[in-house]
């Protein structure tokens, strides 16, 4: 499976006029992880991946969140399970979100989760 493969962006709503600097990313990505073929142990190790992750806000009463408890910070990346497979939204500077999704890619593929094209 090439690296590419497994994940995909989805139209990100726009900014809001006079909202968030231009250098800024605006994150609708789906990652297609292969939940029918998670064990016990892959959860886990993706709820591990979640708390080693920049900005991890441990607190988050609803969906796994990183920079922020909800979405109205500046600076906000936040995760769903979804059939499509892992849904990731929010805003970040650009620099921020490129670090995080390496390392997030990094991370699955080291712990081998199933996934799927």
Known sequence: MDEHDWYYDNAAEPPPPGGAAVDCAYVARIYCLA?????DSDWA????????????????PDVARWFSTTEDGDAHLWASVEPSG??????????TWREWD?????AVAAARLPRFS
């Open 45 to 60: 190790n993706l709820a591990r991946i979640y708390q080693v992750l920049p900005g991890w806000q441990a607190d988050s």
């Open 35 to 39: 939940w029918p073929r998670f064990t």
């Open 86 to 95: 892992l849904q990731v939204g929010g805003v970040l500077p650009a620099e």
């Open 102 to 106: 390496i390392r997030f890619r990094q």
